[in-house]
């Protein structure tokens, strides 16, 4: 990720490999963002949690992207209607 993390960014990766071609298209968000968006909608989060990457990816990770896949790629909330 380039620039803040702050700044909603998007982004886009091709990739070919083995004779095959991928386009990769990410959006990034910072963790308000999506909390904002439910507080307007009138949720209130009673839980929020960022689940660790398992190690074993975090152990196949070649050298440039290990610090990355030991960062939770995911997190997941509750919320209730307030």
Do not use: C, K, W
């Amino acid at each position: 990720m380039t620039g803040s993390y702050l700044d909603p960014s998007y982004y886009h990766d091709n990739i070919a490999r083995g004779g095959l071609e991928m386009d990769f298209v990410s959006a990034h968000r910072p963790l308000q963002a999506y909390t904002e968006a439910l507080a307007e909608a009138g949720f209130l989060i009673e839980r929020l949690r960022e689940p660790a990457p398992p190690e074993h990816d975090q152990d196949a990770a070649p050298p440039p992207l290990a610090a990355a896949a030991a960062v939770p790629a995911h997190a997941g909330t509750q919320a209730l209607t307030s």
